[in-house]
């Protein structure tokens, strides 16, 4: 399977960009796909996933309520809809998948990922 991240791009603070995650080579539903991101010098982190097995969607603490994950299975892909954007969101954003279903706990986890996209910019300041 490859993974497509699109839809990065400059914004003031307050602001939206939705990236996408065109999924290719299998199907979007039979996999747990995530997003990460990753800041200048700072290790990558989890943003928000959707697990296989039951299409939960979790959020990282600091995105919630601001960021909406979603999965269009006609067009095999994820998106990530960002509203109110903050400086401290910069950073490349990656998509990520498994044909796992990892427990709750482990989603935000990379080790729990065998593919992954090659990662989009964001960049929020003023």
């Known amino acids: 399977v490859q993974l497509q991240a699109s839809g990065g791009g400059s914004v003031h603070p307050g602001g939206s960009l939705r990236l996408s995650c065109a999924v290719s080579?299998?199907?979007?539903?039979?996999?747990?796909v995530a997003w990460f991101r990753q800041a200048p010098g700072q290790e990558r982190e989890f943003v928000a996933v959707i697990r296989r097995a039951d299409s939960r969607i979790k959020y990282e603490d600091s995105v919630k309520g601001r960021f909406t994950f979603s999965r269009d299975n006609a067009e095999n892909t994820v998106y990530l809809q960002m509203n109110s954007l903050k400086p401290e969101d910069t950073a490349v954003y990656f998509c990520a998948a498994s044909q796992r279903s990892p427990v709750w706990s482990s989603l935000g986890s990379t080790l729990m990922y065998d593919y992954w996209g090659q990662g989009t910019q964001v960049t929020v300041s003023s």
């Open positions: 080579g299998d199907t979007v539903r039979t996999y747990t």
